[in-house]
């Protein structure tokens, strides 16, 4: 994909593919386009939040840091980073 791609109106699609209500999805994608239309925006690869809601579960249930980053496919520091927010919030 390059910068041209229009990403609202892919998912649009892809949601209306999937069976959602098009004037619904319609509307959704025009009020995002409203408020977001005409910034650059950064879409990270991962949703880091259900990763790090995984990585929790997974030391709860006693898997090693070495197996969980290979599991999810991150380094061994980027779980133990995940550990340490986790302990800091508690």
């Keep these: 994909m390059n910068g041209d791609c229009d990403l609202l109106a892919d998912c ?5 593919a999937a069976g959602l209500d098009a004037v619904i999805v319609r509307l959704v994608i025009g009020a995002l386009r409203h408020d977001w239309g005409g910034e650059r925006h ?13 990585i929790s579960g997974l030391l709860r249930n006693g898997v090693s840091i070495s197996a969980i980053a290979t599991r999810i496919g991150i380094s061994r520091n980027t779980v133990r980073k995940v550990i340490r927010q986790d302990e800091w919030s508690l």
Excluded: G, N
Aim: hydrophobic share 45%.
């Design 12 to 16: 649009a699609a892809r949601l209306i």
């Design 42 to 54: 950064y879409i990270p690869l991962s949703d880091r939040a259900a990763r790090d809601t995984e």
